[in-house]
């Protein structure tokens, strides 16, 4: 009798099995997209602070699960019904991952703000395999000259700090100040130069001072060395603080250092709470906010900015088949600064 080999085309993936355990890689058949959605063939996923949620744990995530939102590729295959979208084209996905067009958020046209928005990573599995399937409403184009790997970072890391400057009421010439010299600060520290604002870092230690000068910092703070908040009011006090390092506790100290109208911009993500008084909020005017990526749309924004000003991410590079490590160097915070796997 004769039989049919069906040839099953494998591929590698770096898989969290469940909650807290060790990353795996395993072999598993590519997935063909459905409709609405492209294959995408990954050339480049970051490895992001917001990855241990997978890793970790997180209601709703099912196991096994592949990490990754920031991740830059090329369309290998398309789905029913799309065509907005070529094969061969480049393209990235990043925290935004999709959003189903009906809910009342999606209705008066805040995609960001879906109810039933979707996570690369999270909701699906993200980039941290060789292919991946993503619907059409998560994907952005990349421009020609940036490569994968300076891309990926700036899918989720890029766009956050990139979207929170550029909507935070600050013009150019203001003081606006970056706290952390990492991850997500040494973007911040480039975007605000090219914004034309007057940047201060501010970092615990002397260590990052000339770095952050030529990242475009004309001013450095160490919070160690001296009070950070009364540092930037004898410069005339923040219109802007981009709060980019994990410390509730260090983003409290800072408060007092915004001038009138100033805001605090949220965007380090840690469970413990920020300390603040309602004085510190009422005389001067001051606001707290928060602030999470963007659409597909602010992600070519982003990238597009970044090709005309040189705006980069600094990255250190590691194989799909070195996840685990590459992940245990982003969390150990000494990465100068994003880890991006490479497939
Ligand atoms: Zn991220
Ligand atoms: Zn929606």
């Not at 290998?76 to 393209?91: F, I, N, P, T």
């Given at each position: 009798m004769a039989t049919t080999r069906v040839a099953i085309a494998p591929?590698?993936?770096?898989?969290?099995?469940?909650?807290?355990?060790?990353?795996?890689?395993?072999?598993?058949?590519?997935?063909?997209?459905?409709?609405?959605?492209?294959?995408?063939?990954?050339?480049?996923?970051?490895?992001?602070?917001?990855?241990?949620?997978?890793?970790?744990?997180?209601?709703?995530?099912?196991?096994?699960?592949?990490?990754?939102?920031?991740?830059?590729?090329?369309?290998?295959?398309?789905?029913?019904?799309?065509?907005?979208?070529?094969?061969?084209?480049?393209?990235?996905?990043?925290?935004?991952?999709?959003?189903?067009?009906?809910?009342?958020?999606?209705?008066?046209?805040?995609?960001?703000?879906?109810?039933n928005r979707k996570t690369p990573g999270i909701s699906y599995d993200g980039g941290y395999q060789q292919y991946m399937v993503a619907p059409v409403e998560a994907l952005a184009a990349?421009?020609?000259?940036?490569?994968?790997?300076?891309?990926?970072?700036?899918?989720?890391?890029?766009?956050?700090t990139f979207g929170a400057l550029r909507q935070s009421g600050a013009v150019p010439g203001d003081l606006v100040a970056v706290q952390g010299v990492g991850g997500l600060g040494h973007l911040g520290i480039q975007f605000a130069n090219k914004f034309g604002f007057r940047v201060a870092a501010i970092g615990r230690g002397p260590e990052?001072?000339?770095?952050?000068?030529?990242?475009?910092?004309?001013?450095?703070?160490?919070?160690?060395?001296?009070?950070?908040?009364?540092?930037?009011?004898?410069?005339?006090?923040?219109?802007?603080?981009?709060?980019?390092?994990?410390?509730?506790?260090?983003?409290s100290e800072l408060i007092d250092g915004l001038g009138p109208n100033g805001k605090l911009m949220v965007i380090g993500a840690t469970f413990d709470p920020i300390e603040v008084t309602p004085p510190q909020l009422i005389f001067g005017n001051h606001v707290i906010q928060g602030w999470a990526a963007g659409t597909p749309a602010d992600s070519e924004d982003t990238l597009r900015f970044s090709e005309?000003?040189?705006?980069?991410?600094?990255?250190?590079?590691?194989?799909?088949?070195?996840?685990?490590?590459?992940?245990?160097?982003?969390?150990?915070?000494?990465?100068?600064f994003r880890v991006v796997l490479t497939m």
């Open positions: 591929m590698k993936v770096a898989q969290v099995p469940k909650p807290g355990a060790d990353f795996e890689i395993v072999e598993r058949e590519i997935p063909n997209p459905d409709a609405g959605q492209v294959r995408i063939k990954v050339q480049a996923c970051g490895v992001c602070h917001s990855d241990s949620l997978t890793k970790d744990g997180f209601p709703g995530i099912n196991y096994p699960r592949v990490p990754g939102h920031e991740v830059a590729g090329i369309i290998d295959e398309l789905g029913a019904g799309v065509s907005a979208w070529k094969k061969g084209q480049r393209v990235g996905v990043g925290w935004h991952g999709g959003h189903d067009g009906t809910c009342p958020q999606c209705r008066k046209g805040d995609f960001r703000n879906c109810r990349i421009p020609e000259s940036l490569s994968d790997v300076e891309a990926a970072p700036l899918l989720c890391a890029g766009i956050t990052n001072a000339a770095l952050a000068k030529k990242l475009g910092a004309s001013i450095y703070i160490d919070s160690k060395a001296t009070n950070a908040a009364e540092a930037l009011q004898k410069l005339g006090g923040a219109q802007m603080i981009l709060a980019t390092a994990p410390s509730s506790k260090a983003m005309l000003t040189g705006v980069r991410p600094m990255i250190e590079t590691y194989p799909l088949e070195k996840a685990g490590e590459a992940y245990a160097r982003m969390m150990s915070g000494n990465a100068q």
